[in-house]
C-alpha cells in the first residue's frame, strides 16, 4: 500500500501545482506545455523503453495521436476545472470517470453485465449530481460562471474516461511492449505542446514565463511518479488489483477533498459532502461486491 499511497499524494500534487500556478499569476498553458519534456525524460531513463526492438509497422498510430491531442487537451480543462470549480470537485470527475470505461466494456465489448456494477455506476453518477456545481445560488454568482463550474467538470469526467478507453486499446496491441506506448505518446504529445506554445507566443501574444517553466518541470515529474508508483502498486499486490484501485481513487478522492477545504478554503455544501461520500461508496461497490 505504500506505493499506493506515494501515487495518491503524486496525483493531488499535480492538481495544487495548477491550482497554485494560476494563485500566483503563472500561465497555467505554458505550465501543461513543459509537464511533457519532464514526462519524456523521465520515461525513457527510469521506465527504458524499448524503442529499437520496437516494431513500427505495427504501431496503432491513430490511437496514438488521438491520445496525443487529449492528454495536453484535458490538462488544459483540469486546470480550467480547478480554477471555476475547485480542487475537491476536479479530484471527485476525474476519479469517477472511471464509469465511463466501465460502461465502455458492457456496452462496446460485450462484457457480461454485472448487478454490482451497475449499482456503483448508478451511484456514482448520483455522485456527480451531488458533487459537481451546486454550491452556490443564483442570485450570488455570475451566469457564465455557473455555467462554467458545471461544464468543466463534466469535460474532466468524460475526457479522462475517453483516455482510460484509449489507454487499454493501446494495452491490446501486445506486440508493442506498453511502456515503448507510452512513452512515443508521450513524445508526440510533448511536440504538439510545443507547436501550442509559439500559438500562444505567437498568436495570443503571451509572455514567456520562466516561472511556468519550473512549475512544468515540477508537474511532469509528480505526474510521471504518479504513474510509476500506480504501476508499481499492480506489481506489487498482483494479486489484488481492486485493492490499487480502491486504494487510489478513495485516496484521491479523501486527500483532495482534505487539501482544497483545509488549504485553499474551498466552501462545499452539504450536497457536495454528499457527493464526496457516494463517489467512495461507489469505488468500493464496484472493486469489492
Keep these: 500500500m505504500f506505493f499506493v499511497l506515494i501515487s495518491v499524494i503524486c496525483s ?7 491550482k497554485l500556478a494560476r494563485q500566483y499569476g503563472v500561465e497555467t498553458k505554458q505550465v ?14 527510469m521506465l527504458k523503453p524499448e524503442i529499437k526492438e520496437t516494431s ?4 496503432p498510430i491513430p490511437l496514438y495521436v488521438t491520445l496525443a491531442i487529449l492528454l495536453p ?5 483540469i486546470a480550467l476545472s480547478i480554477r471555476y470549480s475547485g480542487l475537491v470537485k476536479t479530484e471527485v470527475a476525474q476519479r469517477l470517470s472511471l464509469f465511463i470505461p466501465l460502461l465502455a ?22 455522485a456527480i449530481v451531488c458533487s459537481i456545481g451546486w454550491g452556490k445560488s443564483v442570485s450570488t454568482v455570475n451566469l457564465s460562471d455557473i455555467r462554467y463550474k458545471n461544464l468543466y467538470p463534466l469535460l474532466v469526467f468524460i475526457g479522462m474516461g475517453i483516455i482510460d478507453i484509449l489507454f487499454k486499446q493501446v494495452a491490446l496491441h501486445v506486440a508493442i511492449p506498453y511502456v ?10 510533448m511536440l504538439l505542446a510545443f507547436g501550442l506554445l509559439g500559438y500562444f507566443l505567437l498568436v495570443e501574444k503571451q509572455i514567456f514565463s520562466f516561472k511556468a517553466v519550473v512549475y512544468g518541470l515540477i508537474l511532469g515529474a509528480f505526474n510521471f511518479c504518479n504513474i510509476l508508483f500506480y504501476m508499481k502498486a499492480h506489481r506489487a499486490l498482483p494479486e489484488n488489483p481492486s485493492i490499487v484501485f480502491t486504494g487510489m481513487n478513495i485516496g484521491v478522492i479523501s486527500l483532495g477533498a482534505l487539501v482544497g477545504v483545509l488549504f485553499f478554503k474551498e466552501r462545499l455544501s452539504w450536497l457536495n459532502y454528499l457527493g ?9 461497490i464496484i472493486a469489492y461486491l
Design 32 to 45: 501543461i506545455v513543459w509537464n511533457y519534456p519532464m514526462a519524456v525524460v523521465l520515461t525513457y531513463f
Design 73 to 77: 487537451g484535458m490538462f488544459v480543462f
Design 276 to 284: 464526496i461520500f457516494l463517489s467512495i461508496i461507489s469505488v468500493l
Design 12 to 18: 493531488v500534487t499535480v492538481a495544487v501545482l495548477l
Design 180 to 189: 515503448s506506448s507510452m512513452f512515443i505518446i508521450f513524445v508526440m504529445a
Design 56 to 59: 513500427w509497422e505495427n504501431l
Design 105 to 126: 466494456s458492457f456496452f462496446l465489448f460485450n462484457e457480461k453485465v454485472q448487478g454490482n456494477k451497475l449499482l456503483g455506476i448508478g451511484i456514482g453518477l448520483l
